[in-house]
């Protein structure tokens, strides 16, 4: 489940930021990252039960993937390859 609500919101937040490509895959990958982190850390450390589909769960996994991609759009850019 969070899995899912990840490739979601990264979808979402791609084509809200009018990301193509390789960017928009990345959204994707780190919107599903998000989710699986802030869903086992709302079980490791607040203790919820955040394993069946309901509203609990839904908004944690929502809100780690909308965190964790804020924190990636808000880093600079970096061209590796100069």
């Known amino acids: 489940m969070w899995i899912g609500l990840g490739i979601v ?3 979402a937040c791609g084509w809200f ?8 895959l990345g959204d994707v990958a780190v919107g599903t990252t998000g ?3 802030g869903g086992f850390l709302a079980a490791a450390l607040l203790g ?3 394993a069946d589909f309901e509203l609990t ?3 944690v ?3 780690g993937a909308a965190l964790l991609l804020l924190v990636l759009h808000s880093l600079p850019t970096v061209d590796v390859f100069d």
């Open 48 to 50: 919820l039960d955040v």
């Open 57 to 59: 769960s839904t908004l």
């Open 17 to 24: 930021l009018r990301v193509r490509g390789r960017a928009l």
């Open 35 to 37: 989710a699986i982190l």
């Open 61 to 63: 996994a929502a809100m």
């Open 9 to 11: 919101g990264g979808l």
